[in-house]
């Protein structure tokens, strides 16, 4: 059974007919076009499907439909300002912190959060809060330091 769901991604309205328990992810990738959100473990604890929910920081993976109907959702994508880069986005180019690329996604989002709370963390509570986000390349070092360079340019 499909059922239809009404949702803004990006700053943009969407409306997608799907199941209710298919995943935000699936939508976001599949139905919307906005592959920046990637598939990892499925289950939701590695932190490269990461997108915000109005204003929370979820795993796309395990958030269904159903949940996401008449919500803000923002992606990778949406974090940038037309061509100008979000400061989490310029300074993780800077920094040359993203090595395979799978990841990053996820901590771009979740950093992006971090800065909004906190503008001007130091390492360790962006290596804290970045805790639920597995990086496999081992550029963790300058992933901390860019996202630490993006609050003091913020």
């Known amino acids: 059974m499909t059922q239809a769901f009404t949702l803004t991604v990006n700053g943009q309205a969407a409306r997608v007919t799907t199941h209710p328990d298919t995943s935000l992810l699936s939508v976001l990738r599949n139905e919307l076009s906005l592959p920046g959100s990637r598939f ?5 604890q590695c932190g490269a499907c990461i997108v915000r929910v109005d204003g929370t920081v979820v795993p ?21 300002d037309g061509d100008r880069l979000h400061p989490v986005q310029q300074a993780l180019l800077d920094e040359q912190a993203a090595q395979c690329g799978f990841c990053i996604s996820g901590i771009a989002v979740r950093a ?4 909004e709370s906190s503008p001007h963390p130091d390492e360790i509570t962006v290596a804290q809060a970045l805790e639920g986000n597995l990086c496999r390349c081992g550029v963790q070092r300058r992933i901390v330091r860019a996202v630490v360079k993006a609050g003091r340019t913020s």
């Open 112 to 115: 992006a959060a971090l800065l």
């Open 40 to 44: 990892g473990c499925g289950l939701g």
């Open 60 to 80: 796309s993976c395990t958030t269904p439909m159903w949940s996401a109907d008449g919500t803000s959702v923002v992606t990778v994508e949406g974090l940038a």
